[in-house]
């Protein structure tokens, strides 16, 4: 038999290992892009049967750890947490796919000039300095470090508003180029729901913690106390 | 009692007071303290659930509300309980006329060895109620009160030890309900039902909160959460948290209470 802490543990490890996971996919989509390394591009699509593996086994996991230990309080919390922190990585996952994809399939690499215009690297930076976060936030359960990632997300969503006119003016230039800034604007896209999907993240970390609801709320800096 | 009294006990407009308070109250078995010093408030028709591991003192706790533990060699209480504002354990209380307004069912079903009929008629009888055709409606309105009619009706002279002990259960909550009680105190009893029985009384309790103020003791920490309004944990003699139920089973202060209904100790 085996114990609930045992259970929540095993739990809890595949948790960070799906973390890791999505964080390398999306650091290796990050490298291939600027380095334009197609190979690295295709390592990426072929990890992606992993993400979506490890996705398929936690799920099945909070299911039986339900099913088994009818957890309450913050075991419940931890469970109900996980399975949609899973369901949100594994859409990073994606993401990453999608990116590394683009890779693969474009033949020239776009312009420094471009990327820095659109600002492209500092949204993969940004992304990535948030999944760390939460990483941080989900090994070392602080919420802290969680609530870093509701200001960067900001940044994102800030670069993403200005890709749009950036674009406009830019095809008005040089109707040449359209290609490629529809392609670095699907991008920035995908970096931008990261970037919720990572907040998301930040705010089940915060629920399964504090039992703090986060969801639709504005204000998200704001912490309630909890007497231990 | 006097009479005055009694109808005070059972005085149903007080819904939205409180119908039980404990104030200070610590209780002792010669030198052992079991309860250490509790005060509590609990409102009319809500289900307040007991809970807490065995020797916690929650056992001992339910049944100073209806005097039981007075039996127990060596049993002194300090502080006190009050029923409707009324204290319980004034002098010129009538401890029969209590029970009467405080019922009681058990962790094992205890039918008397007689007929279906003559059980749930009993608290009426010792009473000296004669009146057959009141005594038959009564019976049959408390058999239905427990979801036990429609399955007893055409034997109402079997013996009742011939129920299952699921039906047994009822019969005696049945019995209880007949002597019209204003507060049903229940010391674990589904622990030995089976899970459809026990599903039966814990609708049945559901049902019943319309009408009486309860307080169930249950290990089943489930149970506590599926019926209870409120849920107090005690821990070695003391109340460590009470709060509503879904405070306790989703986000509870204390982190001994967690620990307690996460199964983690106790």
Same mark, same amino acid.
């Given at each position: 038999?085996?114990?609930?802490?045992?259970?929540?543990?095993?739990?809890?490890?595949?948790?960070?290992?799906?973390?890791?996971?999505?964080?390398?996919?999306?650091?290796?989509?990050?490298?291939?892009?600027?380095?334009?390394d197609?190979?690295?591009?295709?390592?990426?699509?072929?990890?992606?049967?992993?993400?979506?593996?490890l996705?398929?086994?936690?799920d099945?996991?909070?299911?039986?750890?339900?099913?088994?230990?009818?957890?309450?309080?913050s075991?419940l919390?931890?469970v %109900?947490? /996980?399975?949609?922190?899973?369901?949100? +990585? =594994? *859409?990073? &996952? @994606?993401?990453?796919?999608? !990116?590394?994809?683009? #890779?693969?399939?474009?033949?020239?690499?776009?312009?420094?000039?471009?990327?820095?215009?659109?600002?492209?690297?500092?949204?993969?930076?940004?992304a990535?300095?948030?999944?760390?976060?939460?990483?941080g936030?989900?090994?070392?359960?602080?919420?802290?470090?969680?609530?870093?990632?509701?200001?960067?997300?900001?940044?994102?969503?800030?670069?993403?508003i200005?890709?749009?006119s950036?674009?406009?003016?830019?095809?008005?230039?040089?109707?040449?180029?359209?290609?490629?800034? %529809?392609? /670095?604007?699907?991008?920035?896209?995908? +970096? =931008? *729901?990261? &970037? @919720?999907?990572?907040?998301? !993240?930040?705010?089940? #970390?915060i629920?399964f913690?504090?039992?703090?609801?986060?969801?639709?709320?504005?204000?998200?800096g704001?912490?309630?106390?909890?007497?231990? | 009692?006097v009479?005055?009294?009694?109808?005070?006990?059972?005085?149903?407009?007080i819904k939205?007071?409180?119908?039980?308070?404990?104030?200070?109250?610590?209780?002792?078995?010669?030198?052992?303290?079991?309860?250490?010093?509790i005060?509590?408030?609990?409102?009319?028709?809500?289900?307040?659930?007991f809970?807490?591991?065995?020797?916690?003192?929650?056992?001992?706790f339910?049944?100073?509300?209806?005097?039981?533990?007075?039996?127990?060699?060596?049993?002194?209480?300090?502080?006190?309980?009050?029923?409707?504002?009324?204290?319980i354990?004034k002098?010129?209380?009538?401890?029969?006329?209590?029970?009467?307004?405080?019922?009681?069912?058990?962790?094992k079903?205890?039918?008397?060895?007689?007929?279906?009929?003559?059980?749930?008629?009993?608290?009426?009888?010792?009473?000296?109620?004669?009146?057959?055709?009141?005594?038959?409606?009564?019976?049959v309105d408390?058999?239905?009160?427990?979801?036990?009619?429609?399955?007893?009706?055409?034997?109402?002279?079997?013996?009742?030890?011939a129920?299952?002990?699921g039906?047994?259960?009822?019969?005696?909550i049945?019995?209880?309900?007949?002597?019209?009680?204003?507060?049903?105190?229940?010391?674990?009893?589904?622990?030995?039902?089976d899970?459809?029985?026990?599903?039966?009384?814990?609708e049945?309790?559901?049902?019943?909160?319309?009408?009486?103020?309860?307080?169930?003791?249950?290990?089943?920490?489930?149970?506590?959460?599926?019926?209870?309004?409120?849920t107090?944990?005690?821990?070695?003699?003391?109340?460590?948290?009470?709060?509503?139920?879904?405070k306790?089973?989703?986000?509870?202060?204390?982190?001994?209470?967690?620990?307690y209904?996460?199964?983690?100790?106790?």
């Amino acid at each position: 038999m085996i114990s609930l802490d045992q259970h929540k543990d095993a739990l809890n490890q595949s948790g960070i290992e799906m973390l890791e996971l999505c964080k390398k996919q999306l650091s290796n989509a990050r490298e291939a892009f600027f380095s334009h390394d197609s190979d690295l591009a295709e390592e990426v699509l072929h990890t992606e049967n992993r993400v979506n593996a490890l996705d398929l086994k936690i799920d099945r996991d909070c299911e039986r750890f339900i099913a088994l230990h009818n957890p309450v309080a913050s075991d419940l919390r931890f469970v %109900l947490a /996980l399975r949609k922190i899973n369901f949100d +990585l =594994e *859409r990073v &996952g @994606d993401h990453a796919f999608g !990116i590394s994809n683009y #890779i693969v399939e474009i033949d020239t690499p776009i312009s420094q000039d471009l990327l820095d215009e659109m600002k492209v690297e500092e949204m993969f930076d940004a992304a990535l300095s948030m999944l760390d976060d939460i990483t941080g936030a989900y090994i070392s359960t602080d919420t802290k470090k969680a609530r870093k990632v509701f200001k960067k997300d900001k940044t994102l969503n800030k670069i993403n508003i200005n890709a749009f006119s950036i674009i406009a003016k830019g095809v008005k230039r040089d109707p040449l180029l359209i290609e490629q800034y %529809l392609l /670095l604007f699907s991008v920035i896209k995908k +970096l =931008e *729901r990261i &970037g @919720d999907l990572v907040t998301n !993240i930040a705010e089940e #970390i915060i629920f399964f913690r504090e039992a703090e609801v986060l969801k639709h709320r504005k204000r998200k800096g704001t912490r309630k106390k909890k007497d231990e | 009692m006097v009479k005055k009294d009694k109808e005070k006990l059972i005085d149903k407009s007080i819904k939205r007071q409180h119908k039980l308070t404990a104030n200070g109250v610590r209780v002792f078995y010669d030198n052992f303290e079991a309860i250490r010093g509790i005060d509590m408030n609990i409102k009319a028709n809500k289900v307040t659930a007991f809970i807490g591991p065995s020797g916690c003192g929650k056992s001992t706790f339910l049944r100073l509300f209806n005097r039981m533990n007075d039996y127990i060699e060596g049993f002194r209480l300090e502080g006190e309980i009050l029923i409707d504002g009324e204290n319980i354990y004034k002098k010129k209380v009538n401890v029969e006329q209590l029970r009467k307004q405080v019922g009681m069912v058990f962790q094992k079903p205890n039918p008397f060895p007689k007929s279906i009929y003559e059980n749930v008629a009993y608290g009426l009888k010792i009473q000296g109620i004669k009146d057959k055709k009141f005594l038959m409606e009564k019976v049959v309105d408390s058999l239905k009160q427990v979801t036990l009619w429609e399955e007893v009706k055409n034997d109402l002279n079997k013996s009742a030890l011939a129920l299952s002990g699921g039906q047994q259960q009822r019969l005696c909550i049945a019995r209880t309900l007949a002597v019209e009680p204003s507060i049903i105190l229940m010391d674990e009893p589904t622990s030995a039902l089976d899970p459809l029985s026990t599903a039966k009384i814990e609708e049945l309790i559901f049902e019943l909160k319309n009408k009486y103020t309860i307080i169930i003791v249950t290990h089943n920490m489930q149970q506590a959460a599926r019926i209870s309004d409120r849920t107090a944990f005690f821990y070695m003699g003391d109340l460590i948290e009470y709060d509503s139920t879904k405070k306790i089973f989703t986000n509870p202060e204390k982190k001994q209470t967690e620990n307690y209904i996460t199964g983690r100790f106790g």
